[in-house]
């Protein structure tokens, strides 16, 4: 019996095609529990969208890019397509692998957005969820155009924070005041976004969605970030429990705080 991913990715590549010249995939080492239990799912409408604007189904096949724990990938393994991930960061691999490694649509492999490792023309749709940041805008562009087939689409989604809600500020509040060592990644503006979908039209969509942490759920959410101080921070960890206490207690209700996003959509044809 044929592997249901046969044809799809290219064997016995060298180590270095998955090095990258800045190395961000070691930013999250240590982070992919927080990451996987306390970042907010995305909605489930998204499916809704690509149906209309695309015709997609349960045949398209997905290479999920920057997969991470699988939070993305879960969306379409849930609405039975098969599910490439491409995660360069082993914590956040293993933690992808162990939550959704039972499906047997579900391919989980080391490999970057400039260098996936996959064949070329074997992928319906890119997908890249809170990651388009970190990739090298061209040479990622060329690799997606690369592994789509002829008529291939890209979904980049984002679970951008509501900076209007009370709480959202006092969260932003305290991320302005603990963040350390921010990267310099670029701003997803519409120029760069020209530049990633070299000039080719692309469209925008934006959805609600809202996740509901306890204690521990909101300070597992502060820590998912890179930037922030985690446990192994003493001096500066023991100071962001602190003030993530006081806010969740002026907060709360029935013992959660309710985290409000707006999802952001981009869909577009990337030809190479």
């Known amino acids: 019996m ?5 044809g799809l990715l290219i064997d016995e590549l060298p180590s270095l095609r998955f090095k990258m ?23 489930s409408r998204i499916l809704d969208i690509l149906r209309t604007e695309i015709g997609f189904d349960q045949t398209y096949v997905i290479a999920d890019i920057g997969s991470g724990t699988g939070l993305l990938s879960e969306l379409f393994l ?27 649509k579900f391919l989980n492999v080391k490999g970057t957005a400039e260098n996936t490792g996959l064949e070329s023309a074997s992928i319906d749709l890119v997908t890249v969820g809170q990651a388009l940041h970190w990739f090298d805008c061209e040479a990622s562009s060329r690799e997606f155009a690369r592994i789509l087939k002829a ?9 951008d924070r509501n900076h209007d809600d009370s709480f959202m500020k006092d969260y932003d509040r305290i991320v302005s005041k603990y ?57 500066l960890f023991a100071g962001l429990k602190e003030d993530v206490t006081h806010v969740f207690k002026e907060h709360a ?20």
């Not at 044929?2 to 046969?6: E, G, I, K, N, Q």
């Not at 008529?151 to 989604?157: A, D, L, Q, R």
């Open 179 to 235: 963040a350390r060592n921010r990267a310099n990644v670029p701003s997803l503006d519409d120029a760069y976004l020209s530049r990633f979908f070299k000039k080719r039209k692309y469209s925008r969509f934006s959805l609600p969605n809202e996740q509901f942490l306890d204690f521990e759920g909101l300070l597992g959410r502060m820590t998912s970030a890179s930037y922030m101080p985690g446990p192994a921070d003493d001096k």
């Open 2 to 6: 044929a592997h249901p991913y046969h």
């Open 78 to 104: 849930t609405n039975g397509n098969r599910v490439i991930g491409v995660e360069p960061n082993d914590d956040m691999r293993l933690f992808a692998q162990n939550k959704l490694g039972k499906s047997q």
């Open 21 to 43: 010249v800045e190395d961000f995939t070691r930013r999250f080492t240590g982070r992919a529990l927080f990451y996987s239990t306390s970042r907010p799912s995305y909605p």
């Open 253 to 272: 209700k029935l013992g959660k705080i309710r985290m409000l996003y707006d999802t952001i959509v981009f869909l577009g044809k990337i030809l190479g």
């Open 151 to 159: 008529n291939g689409h890209v979904c980049i989604i984002y679970n």
